[in-house]
């Protein structure tokens, strides 16, 4: 039997206004602040992906972070990362006192999405019509809102957003 004696497990997504996470197997913006308080706030933890997710990194493996990826593919192709076959298995390679991210994709989230203690929602104000990844629906009766910080747009940020955490009631 899988034991997982974590700590914190956090999710961190950007989602749109219909919860819209991706297209094309890429982020559907480009928002440098967001990539900043990902960076920020997951820098010297684990980090949890799915196999697509992964893929979509430009450089592979996230510097400063341990990083686990779950797919049914062979070690060798994930370089500085962690395999495992599920979430349940990622989990087991976690110490008591980690603090641990899961960072997508859409089919890693709908799967573990019930485990979160804590969510760092960036809600991006604006709706991509040609998006085919999406978060699953938050039963927001679930979580109270701890922090709320919104930010307009810019010259480098097209859309409004707004960082909001979320821990488990
Ligand atoms: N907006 C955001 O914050 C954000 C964050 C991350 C990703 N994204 C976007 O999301 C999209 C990718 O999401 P996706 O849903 O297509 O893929 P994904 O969840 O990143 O990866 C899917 C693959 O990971 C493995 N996997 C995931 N969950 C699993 C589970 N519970 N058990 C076993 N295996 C599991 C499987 O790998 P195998 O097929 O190899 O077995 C599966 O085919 C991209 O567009 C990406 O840019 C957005």
């Given at each position: 039997m899988m034991n997982h004696n974590t700590g914190e497990i956090a999710i961190i997504v950007a989602l749109d206004e219909q919860n819209a996470i991706g297209r094309d197997g890429d982020l559907l913006c480009?928002?440098?602040?967001?990539?900043?308080?990902?960076?920020?706030?997951?820098?010297?933890?684990?980090?949890?992906?799915?196999r697509k997710t992964y893929e979509s990194l430009p450089k592979g493996a996230l510097p400063n972070r341990t990083n686990i990826v779950i797919t049914s593919d062979h070690a060798e192709n994930y370089p500085g990362c962690i395999v495992a076959r599920s979430v349940e298995e990622a989990l087991t390679h976690c110490k008591e006192d980690e603090k641990v991210f899961i960072i997508g994709g859409g089919k890693l989230?709908?799967?573990?999405?019930?485990?979160?203690?804590?969510?760092?929602?960036?809600?991006?104000?604006?709706?991509?019509a040609d998006a085919d990844t999406f978060f699953p629906e938050i039963d927001f009766e679930e979580w109270n809102l701890i922090d709320i910080e919104p930010h307009e747009t810019d010259e480098k940020h097209p859309y409004a957003y707004t960082f909001l955490t979320y821990t488990k009631k």
């Open positions: 480009h928002l440098p602040n967001d990539l900043k308080h990902f960076k920020q706030i997951t820098t010297g933890h684990t980090v949890i992906m799915g989230y709908h799967s573990s999405l019930h485990l979160a203690d804590q969510l760092y929602l960036t809600r991006i104000h604006h709706t991509f």
